[in-house]
C-alpha cells in the first residue's frame, strides 16, 4: 500500500485541521492505521491508531478528546479531525500502516509499521 498525507497548514492556537491519508491499493481496513507526528528536535510520537475492529481509535493522552480518527471506505482515506489546536501540536504529521496485527500496546511503537505516508506539516501559532 502507499499512502499520500495532506492537510496541513497554518493555523491559530484554538483552531481546527482536518488531515487525510489516501491509500492507494489495498483498502485501508486490510491494515492497523496510525497517525505519528514528530516536531522538531524530537522524536517520533504516537497519536492514534485504529486496527478496525470496533474497540478503537486510540489515542495519545495528549490528543485525546481534541482529535477523532475515522475513515471513508468509498475514498480509501483515514482522517484526522485535529480541534482546539495548541503550539504544542505543531509538528510534522505522518500517516502510517501496519500489516504485521500489532497489539494495542504494539500500535504505540515505530517498528509495527511498515508503510509511511509522506509527512504534512501542521503549524499552531499562538
Known amino acids: 500500500v502507499q499512502l499520500q498525507a495532506s492537510g496541513g497548514g497554518l493555523v491559530q492556537a484554538g483552531g481546527s485541521l482536518r488531515l487525510s491519508c489516501t491509500a492507494s491499493?489495498?483498502?485501508?481496513?486490510?491494515?492497523?492505521m496510525a497517525w505519528w507526528r514528530q516536531a522538531p528536535g524530537k522524536v517520533r510520537e504516537f497519536v492514534s491508531a485504529n486496527n478496525w475492529s470496533g474497540r478503537g481509535p486510540y489515542y495519545a493522552d495528549s490528543v485525546k478528546g481534541r482529535f477523532t480518527m475515522s475513515g471513508a471506505d468509498d475514498e480509501n482515506t483515514v482522517y484526522l479531525q485535529m480541534n482546539s489546536l495548541a503550539p504544542e501540536d505543531t509538528a510534522v504529521y505522518y500517516c502510517a500502516a501496519s500489516s504485521s496485527r500489532p497489539t494495542i500496546a504494539q500500535m504505540r511503537t515505530t517498528r509495527q509499521y511498515q508503510r509511511w505516508g509522506q509527512g504534512t506539516l501542521v503549524t499552531v501559532s499562538s
Open positions: 491499493g489495498r483498502t485501508f481496513r486490510s491494515y492497523v
